[in-house]
């Protein structure tokens, strides 16, 4: 055989041999010979260097070229062993638990609400992924991967698989192998280097990883195209890359952050710890309440949010100061250190809890004498609503 062959004659030429695996070993190299020297000639009559589309669409999948060679030198049809047949079902099974199980937990974690979720279901997804993907090679117990395709199931998924690249338009499909299989290979590499990264934390070498990951990516789209088993691994790969890809572009374009890059960058999932204690109030930090009664009366409250829990602030007194605590209370107004410029010292430092300014006066009142005559002059009393001051209470970041 032919070993100067490169590309995809020689991947076509490869297929074909594996098609007549069965004949004796000598006629085997003459048929090989005779199929080398015509793919050769093949070959040239192309503009460009043919790709494995061309061949298939010039003289039939390998499987129908090596039925033909059969039938023109008087060889009985391939039969293929029970044994076989077992192994390829097998194969395929583990495919397609790789290729479906694994890809669906990674998905789930690059949607997840948080980086502890992202990395539990990326690491479970890779794995499951990678496990099924070694025990589908494994299952081929040293076939040609090509047993697959001769299963039930795998001869209509391949039947249904050929009938929509059918619907593509010849040069279509041309221009989708020479130009967007390698596009493909860098923007899956790029995009799994750069992610695993991110997944990590390790956000420096972000880059470096997504062009470390083109390189691998690209080495292996070369590998597969010379050993099929590869496939077992690539296929999932590229089911996860199918989901992540898009998912990068849409972070990328939105100006957001999905979970494989350390959660989104809105307040739902931002970790807890990330929350400081404190109010705002349109947009200013409240670092103290003064409650006034409607009499204008400074009056001590306790402050809990609509679920019971203590609205509290940092304590600001000279206790808390000197010992150097964090502390915090919900009852209000909070006492404060008074600066009177002398020395801070534990003995001589004073708290205050009054307020450093006057409120406004409180709403006026209506007085509406009763329509009921009484001998007893009488008057209800009916005040006006007051204004509702709504207080916004949200975490700072």
């Known amino acids: 055989m032919n070993s100067t062959l490169t590309g995809a004659v020689a991947i076509y030429l490869a297929q074909v041999r594996a098609e007549l695996s069965d004949l004796p070993p000598g006629e085997l190299e003459d048929v090989l010979e005779d199929v080398s020297g015509h793919l050769t000639e093949v070959a040239a009559e192309f503009e460009h260097e043919p790709t494995t589309m061309d061949l298939q669409e010039r003289l039939g999948t390998p499987r129908e070229y090596a039925d033909e060679l059969r039938t023109a030198a008087g060889y009985p049809p391939r039969t293929q062993p029970v044994a076989d047949r077992e192994a390829g079902r097998k194969a395929l099974r583990w495919g397609l638990i790789a290729a479906t199980v694994g890809p669906f937990f990674v998905a789930v974690g690059i949607f997840a609400w948080s980086h502890e979720e992202t990395l539990f279901f990326g690491v479970l997804g890779f794995g499951v992924l990678f496990a099924a993907a070694y025990l589908g090679v494994r299952s081929l117990r040293g076939h040609d991967p090509q047993i697959v395709l001769e299963t039930p199931r795998g001869a209509k998924g391949a039947e249904a698989v050929r009938g929509l690249v059918d ?117 200013t930090p409240i670092d103290n309440i003064y409650p006034f009664d409607a009499q204008g009366k400074q009056v001590p409250v306790r402050l809990y949010d609509q679920n019971g829990s203590p609205i509290s602030l940092q304590k600001q007194d000279c206790a808390t100061y000197f010992a150097n605590a964090n502390a915090t209370s919900n009852s209000f107004p909070l006492p404060v250190m008074i600066d009177d410029g002398s020395s801070m010292e534990p003995q001589t430092c004073k708290n205050s809890d009054k307020a450093s300014f006057s409120p406004p006066p409180a709403p006026a009142t209506t007085i509406t004498p009763s329509t009921t005559p009484s001998t007893t002059p009488s008057a209800s009393t009916t005040p006006t609503a007051r204004p509702s001051v709504t207080l916004t209470v949200q975490p700072t970041r």
Do not use: C
């Not at 041309?174 to 990264?197: D, H, K, N, S």
């Not at 070498?205 to 080495?219: D, E, F, K, N, P």
């Not at 089911?239 to 890059?261: D, K, Q, T």
């Not at 931002?270 to 109030?281: D, H, W």
């Open 167 to 283: 619907q593509i338009p010849p040069n279509v499909r041309r221009e989708l192998v020479t130009i967007g299989q390698p596009v493909w290979w860098v923007a899956r590499g790029a995009i799994g280097g750069g992610g695993f990264f991110a997944l990590f934390g390790a956000g420096a070498v972000t880059v470096v990883g997504a062009l470390a990951g083109a390189a691998v990516s690209i080495w292996i789209g070369r590998k597969t195209q010379q050993d099929a088993r590869w496939l077992w691994y690539v296929v999932p790969l590229n089911v996860v890359a199918a989901v992540a890809v898009p998912a990068f572009l849409a972070a990328a374009y939105m100006g957001a952050s999905f979970g494989f890059l350390n959660g989104y960058d809105d307040y739902r999932s931002t970790p807890a710890s990330a929350y400081q204690v404190g109010l705002v109030l349109n947009g």
